[in-house]
């Protein structure tokens, strides 16, 4: 089993940027695919981001690639989502995920997932 924790949500400006991080807990964080998810009010939880377990694959949704920049340091048990040029539709609760094998979009096959934190764009 693995713990997250995510951390570096908050309130910014359109074109503005956040950091966020996600620590996990436990020795295997290695062995997981991480993923970022994102859920506004109203809405169906969905997909932004993920890696894979070594660093060298990312994947990203439509609507944040070229602003959102998945990364992860093992040695550290942490993994990032910078995210710049934010905009208003960017405001949600932001959730941080991992898997062993699955690393696809759908959010109801990810088996860990943090407690979320709040990302506020205002116009």
């Known amino acids: 089993q693995v713990q997250l924790v995510e951390s570096g949500g908050g309130l910014v400006q359109a074109g503005g940027s956040l950091r966020l991080s996600c620590a996990a807990s436990?020795?295997?964080?290695?062995?997981?695919?991480m993923g970022w998810f994102r859920q506004a009010p109203g809405k169906e939880r969905e997909f932004v981001a993920r890696?894979?377990?070594?660093?060298?694959?990312?994947y990203y949704a439509d609507s944040v690639k070229g602003r959102f920049t998945i990364s992860r340091d093992n040695a550290k048990n942490t993994v990032y989502l910078q995210m710049n040029s934010l905009k208003p539709g960017d405001t949600a609760v932001y959730y941080c995920?991992?898997?062993?094998?699955?690393?696809?979009?759908?959010?109801?096959?990810?088996?860990?997932w943090g407690q979320g934190t709040q990302v506020t764009v205002s116009s």
């Open positions: 890696i894979s377990w070594n660093g060298i694959s990312t």
């Open positions: 995920a991992a898997n062993t094998t699955y690393s696809g979009t759908n959010y109801y096959e990810w088996d860990y």
């Open positions: 436990g020795r295997t964080f290695s062995r997981y695919i």
